[in-house]
C-alpha cells in the first residue's frame, strides 16, 4: 500500500510501526463507530492517545471572591477543563467575546453589575453556553433571582455535588 504524505513523497506501509502511525494520524477524525472496527483489526495499539487529541473543554468562572475563583481553578483544572476566572462582569463579558467558553459558573451578588443581569446578557449573545448560578442563597432563592439557568448550586453544598453538575455538561 501506498500513502501519500506530501505531493513529492510515497512512503510504503510495510510494518505494523508504520500503519500505527497512520492511524494515530487519521483515525481521530472519523467517527467513534470507526474506531471499534479500526481496533478490532488492530487490537494490540495503544488507544489511549485518542482521548489526549480531544480538544480542553473551556469554563469561566465569575466570581469577585478571588479564594473562590482560585479554588475552583483548582478543581476544575485537575478534572482536565482550562479554567479562566473573571472577578466582574466586565472581565467575564471581555472574555466571553473573545475566547471560546463551554460553561460559566456565575455568582449572584456580584459589584457593579449584578449575576442575574449579567446572565440575561450571557442568554442573549451566548445562547450554547451552560450556565450553573452559584451562591450561598438556598436554590429556590437563585432560582428566583436567576430563572432558566442550566444548573444552581449552593455553595455550601461543596465541590462534589458542583464537579458533578458540571462533568453532566460534558
Not at 480542553?56 to 485537575?78: C, G, N, P, W
Not at 449572584?108 to 449575576?115: F, L, Q, Y
Amino acid at each position: 500500500r501506498q500513502m501519500r504524505i506530501c505531493p513529492e513523497k510515497s512512503v510504503g506501509m510495510s510494518t505494523m510501526k508504520e500503519e500505527e502511525i497512520m492511524m494515530r494520524t487519521h483515525l481521530y477524525r472519523l467517527p467513534e463507530y470507526y474506531e471499534q472496527k479500526y481496533k478490532e483489526k488492530y487490537d494490540n495499539l495503544d488507544w489511549n492517545w485518542i482521548k489526549d487529541l480531544s480538544i480542553k473543554r473551556r469554563m469561566l468562572v465569575i466570581d469577585d471572591e478571588t479564594h473562590i475563583t482560585d479554588a475552583y481553578r483548582r478543581v476544575f483544572s485537575k478534572d482536565g477543563l482550562d479554567v479562566l476566572t473573571a472577578s466582574n462582569a466586565m472581565q467575564a463579558n471581555d472574555l466571553l467575546a473573545h475566547e471560546k467558553i463551554d460553561n460559566v459558573l456565575l455568582d449572584i451578588n456580584m459589584p457593579e453589575v449584578d449575576g442575574a443581569v449579567f446572565f440575561e446578557l450571557i442568554r442573549a449573545f451566548h445562547q450554547n453556553i451552560k450556565v450553573v448560578v452559584s451562591s450561598v442563597y438556598p436554590i429556590d432563592e437563585q432560582k428566583e433571582k436567576v430563572k432558566d439557568a442550566d444548573a444552581y448550586f449552593d455553595k455550601s453544598d461543596g465541590k462534589d455535588v458542583l464537579r458533578g453538575i458540571i462533568s453532566s455538561f460534558f
